[in-house]
């Protein structure tokens, strides 16, 4: 039977797919790198924020969030791209991936936290380095090139596609000494089993965070399966968002700003042109290069570093997030 997904704007969800019959999908470094191309792409179109990720040989795991509600159109973008570039490669015909992706639903930011150590332990349980000692899978773990760790362990320049805020979590004044806290995070690990994690996913298919987040998932399933006796994914509500135009100028009217001083000044408007960024996006569902094309700005990472920001500030600063939701519920 199909399992069935929940969907809704501002999800986060811990993302897995396999290769068919467990085959490996990452023969080779241009595979993986071919696969990163692909899911910038998708994160850009889809408007999916990134927060860890790892490439296994026959397997991926994402962390991601969608502000749009959209996991299975991005989903479908990214692994119907690469499949269709794996079988014309690799010259294999048939299935790339095993079934459906799997996707799990994450509360909670101590979940979220160790959910993304998890995924970048994942170079430290294979066979091969089980049979070997602690010193050697920190060294794995430290030296592996396909995941999001070594930037979050201060190893590595940050990448572009991932967003860090879930370092806030290691509680350090400084970037570098979350970073490192980080590390020791992780490496804490690689020696054993995360039981807490382990016991939460052998707990439902469904969700990921504590007894009563996963009670309240599986309910609104049951309740939708009772509603609607049929397999498709279940949506809950997004409200009406207007046109790209109309949400500029409504965000633009709602800050007092021109869209031309949105195009040009940038620390002059402090966090306002986050604000009226993120506003825009969420307002519209356009993607971040659709707005940046409107506005006259130079390209869509103008756009993304301004949200990113804008959301580190809002974790600090609770009257920001409060006078976002202001924008977002002005909207007809």
């Given at each position: ?98 079934g459906r992706y799997g996707a799990r639903l994450v509360g909670g930011d101590g ?46 320049a940050g990448e572009e596609r991932l967003d860090y805020r879930l370092l806030e ?164």
């Amino acid at each position: 039977m199909r399992k069935w997904r929940v969907r809704y704007a501002g999800a986060r969800y811990h993302v897995t797919a396999r290769g068919d019959g467990r085959r490996e999908i990452f023969l080779q470094e241009e595979d993986g790198e071919r696969f990163l191309r692909q899911l910038d792409h998708a994160l850009e179109a889809d408007d999916v924020t990134l927060f860890a990720y790892v490439l296994m040989p026959n397997h991926y795991h994402l962390f991601v969030q969608t502000p749009l509600g959209n996991i299975s159109r991005f989903m479908q973008r990214l692994n119907s791209a690469y499949a269709m570039y794996f079988r014309y490669k690799r010259h294999r015909p048939g299935h790339c991936f095993q079934g459906r992706y799997g996707a799990r639903l994450v509360g909670g930011d101590g979940y979220a936290l160790r959910l993304t150590r998890y995924i970048h332990l994942n170079p430290v349980w294979t066979k091969a380095a089980q049979s070997q000692s602690l010193a050697h899978r920190v060294r794995v773990l430290s030296q592996f090139a396909w995941s999001s760790y070594r930037g979050y362990a201060g190893l590595a320049a940050g990448e572009e596609r991932l967003d860090y805020r879930l370092l806030e979590a290691m509680n350090r004044a400084t970037d570098s000494g979350r970073r490192a806290a980080y590390q020791r995070y992780a490496e804490s690990m690689a020696g054993t089993e995360d039981e807490i994690i382990r016991d939460a996913m052998d707990r439902s298919p469904y969700a990921l965070g504590d007894e009563r987040f996963v009670e309240e998932t599986e309910a609104e399933l049951k309740e939708a399966r009772l509603r609607r006796a049929i397999q498709r994914d279940v949506v809950w509500p997004v409200p009406k968002r207007p046109l790209l135009t109309a949400a500029i100028r409504q965000v633009c009217k709602q800050l007092n700003v021109s869209p031309d001083t949105l195009k040009r000044d940038g620390r002059m408007l402090g966090p306002t042109k986050g604000l009226a960024l993120e506003a825009i996006c969420q307002l519209s569902q356009a993607s971040q290069r659709a707005v940046a094309q409107a506005l006259g700005m130079p390209n869509e990472l103008t756009v993304g570093h301004h949200r990113r920001l804008l959301a580190r500030r809002m974790e600090q600063h609770e009257p920001l997030r409060q006078q976002l939701d202001q924008l977002l519920a002005a909207s007809p």
